[in-house]
């Protein structure tokens, strides 16, 4: 499975797009990439994932590079309920769904 | 529809006593997965089940068992608690074809003394 690698904090204003970025160097040709949050004490939530192209929905989009080896998750209209940790996984489709969390990115919103 | 509920949420234990956490799912997912969360880290798997029927060990499964009751109920058993168990268990359901979108549950805080 391929190491991902994130920033371990960053900060958005209340109403700007939050960028979090995501380094998977390794990745091989049928890994996704998995986006997940985790706010204060509650259970993880999935975002979004994809394979190669980019990806929408009504939470955020995905963008991922062209060689695959990063990508960036877009909350375009961050707000302070999205204050969260934010994992990338990269996992390939199998049946045995172990998802592998790191230790994420903290995302602090702030007014 | 309630998604993924468990039980209890609070619980304190002495070193050696057991306990079952209870976890059940009303979105029909045939996968379920139990996760344990330590204090800054992030979630480990401690055992899966892909069906009704089958158990399968995740990445830290020593000290714990686990009853796939049906369809709907997962349940995860400490059989002798220690203080290292003490930790935040999550528990989780997917669909069979989708088993990386994961809905979870808000957890059940434990602390071993």
């Known amino acids: 499975d391929a190491k991902t690698t994130q920033p371990p904090s960053m900060d958005c204003a209340e109403g700007r797009a939050a960028n979090l970025p995501c380094n998977h160097s390794?990745?091989?040709?049928?890994?996704?990439v998995y986006w997940y949050r985790q706010i204060h004490s509650q259970g993880p939530q999935y975002i979004i994932h994809?394979?190669?192209n980019n990806e929408t929905n009504e939470m955020a989009s995905l963008i991922i590079t062209e060689d695959r080896k990063s990508s960036t998750l877009i909350l375009p209209h961050a707000t302070l309920r999205d204050t969260a940790v934010y994992y990338c996984?990269?996992?390939?489709?199998?049946?045995?769904?172990?998802?592998?969390f790191g230790q994420g990115t903290t995302l602090q919103v702030k007014p | 529809n309630a998604g993924v509920t468990q039980t209890p949420k609070f619980q304190v234990l002495k070193t050696g006593q057991s306990m079952t956490l209870q976890c059940a799912q009303d979105?029909?997912?045939?996968?379920m997965y139990w996760y344990r969360q330590d204090p800054g880290m992030g979630l480990r798997l401690i055992y899966y089940?892909?069906?009704?029927?089958?158990?399968d060990k995740g990445e830290v499964p020593n000290g714990y068992n686990v009853s796939r009751l049906n369809k709907r109920e997962f349940s995860l058993r400490l059989e002798s608690a220690a203080p290292s168990q003490t930790s935040v268990y999550f528990c989780?359901?997917?669909?069979?074809?989708?088993?990386?979108?994961?809905?979870f549950g808000p957890g059940t805080r434990l602390t071993v003394t």
């Open positions: 089940s892909a069906s009704e029927g089958t158990t």
């Open positions: 994809g394979l190669k």
């Open positions: 979105m029909n997912h045939n996968s």
């Open positions: 989780a359901s997917s669909e069979q074809r989708l088993v990386y979108e994961q809905y």
């Open positions: 390794t990745i091989s040709g049928n890994e996704y």
């Open positions: 996984i990269v996992r390939v489709t199998s049946n045995t769904g172990k998802l592998i």
